[in-house]
């Protein structure tokens, strides 16, 4: 079984090329498993964490292909709190 994925930063306009993605080889009824039922049928944009291997493929609008390890469904909160994180502006 292989799930595709397209992503999109949530800042960008929706004419810009996304990168695209899959997932294979996990195990049916695993964390990993249950985590990306959300995104089988999704009615709507949806938003994620996930952990990526990148490659480059030129074939590709965006120039890059992703193997996605894990991803769940996230929202604007732990969105907001991941980037102060990671720009490191969160007080002692």
């Not at 294979?24 to 985590?35: E, I, M, N, T």
């Not at 732990?78 to 969160?90: H, I, Q």
Request: charge should be positive; proline fraction near 2%; aromatic fraction near 12%.
């Amino acid at each position: 079984m292989i799930q595709h994925f397209s992503f999109r930063n949530y800042g960008s306009s929706m004419g810009t090329p996304c990168l695209r993605g899959t997932m294979a080889a996990w195990v049916d009824g695993s964390v990993r498993d249950r985590q990306s039922l959300a995104f089988l049928s999704p009615s709507r944009s949806m938003m994620c964490r996930c952990v990526c291997k990148l490659d480059r493929d030129q074939n590709s609008d965006f120039g890059w292909v992703a193997e996605v390890l894990f991803i769940r469904e996230t929202d604007y909160d732990e969105a907001y709190f991941m980037n102060r994180v990671t720009r490191g502006s969160l007080s002692s």
